[in-house]
């Protein structure tokens, strides 16, 4: 599978990162609207991810977007109950989804324990359900998102793929994910393949504690110590930081996009 060279554009700050992120991302699903008549969206959870829809559920364009017209996706949720409020699926209903008119049948949630099934079970479901919207024309078990968001955490993880554990290492497009060392301990998440198979990939990341992830994420450390450098996407990868959080990147390869 192809990858893409990482693009960095660097914003202010965090504040101005996620409204910056918002409107790129109204901007690339009404123009994935336009060209294809539908478009699919992977949602992180995280202070950045959480931060960014927000900021679009506040951007008076966002009625530019045909939210029926949408699928929403999640790279990874943690194995809580429905509207638990440490669940991703409850920050971004929260932050966007309750106030946008998306289809209930396109907003595809990795099921908690609610659900009666394990947190394998739930894994198996959701890859079931990744599986059935995968086109002939996506050659492979997932959709080939459009827009796959990726919070960045400070040990350089992405989605629950954290570094040294067995995820990274499954070829499976969704695993079940114990012993994580970001509570909860449990998780569900997508895997390199799902994440590489989206034509865009975008790591959102603020804050001077991400400065040395994102280093390594961007220079050519291997994906099973640093996870974020196998976020790359099929067409576009793109690295959303904020100053503090680009503040150790090779020089020449981002400049602060505003003064
Ligand atoms: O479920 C999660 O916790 C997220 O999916 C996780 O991957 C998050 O995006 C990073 O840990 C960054 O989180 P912060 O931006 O809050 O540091």
Redesign the pocket.
């Known amino acids: 599978m192809t990858v893409s060279v990482p693009t960095v554009v660097v914003h202010r700050n965090a504040d101005v990162l996620a409204k910056a992120v918002a409107a790129r991302i109204i901007t690339r699903l009404v123009d994935v609207q336009s060209a294809r008549g539908s478009a699919s969206i992977v949602l992180?959870?995280?202070?950045?991810?959480i931060a960014t829809l927000a900021a679009i559920a506040e951007t008076p364009a966002r009625d530019a977007v045909d939210w029926r017209r949408l699928d929403v996706w999640w790279?990874?949720?943690?194995f809580l109950p429905t509207g638990d409020k440490e669940r991703?699926e409850t920050g971004a209903r929260e932050a966007l989804l309750d106030h946008v008119d998306v289809d209930p049948e396109r907003v595809h949630v990795m099921l908690g324990p609610d659900s009666g099934m394990t947190a394998e079970e739930s894994a198996d479901a959701y890859a079931a359900e990744l599986r059935k919207a995968a086109r002939p024309e996506d050659h492979g078990p997932v959709p080939s998102f459009d827009v796959m968001l990726?919070?960045?955490?400070?040990d350089s993880?992405?989605?629950?793929l954290f570094p040294g554990m067995p995820a990274l290492y499954d070829t499976r497009p969704v695993v079940a994910v114990h012993g994580s060392p970001?509570p909860p301990p449990t998780?569900i998440s997508l895997t390199f393949p799902s994440i590489q198979a989206a034509r865009e990939v975008w790591v959102v990341?603020?804050?001077e504690?991400?400065a040395g992830a994102v280093r390594l994420a961007l220079s050519d450390s291997g994906p099973f110590q640093v996870p974020a450098a196998g976020a790359r996407g099929r067409v576009r990868t793109l690295f959303l930081l904020d100053r503090a959080a680009a503040a150790k990147i090779p020089m020449g390869l981002g400049r602060p996009s505003s003064p």
Do not use: Q, Y
């Open positions: 992180t959870g995280g202070s950045v991810g790279g990874d949720e943690r991703n990726l919070g960045l955490g400070p993880h992405v989605a629950s970001k998780r990341s603020a804050g504690e991400k």
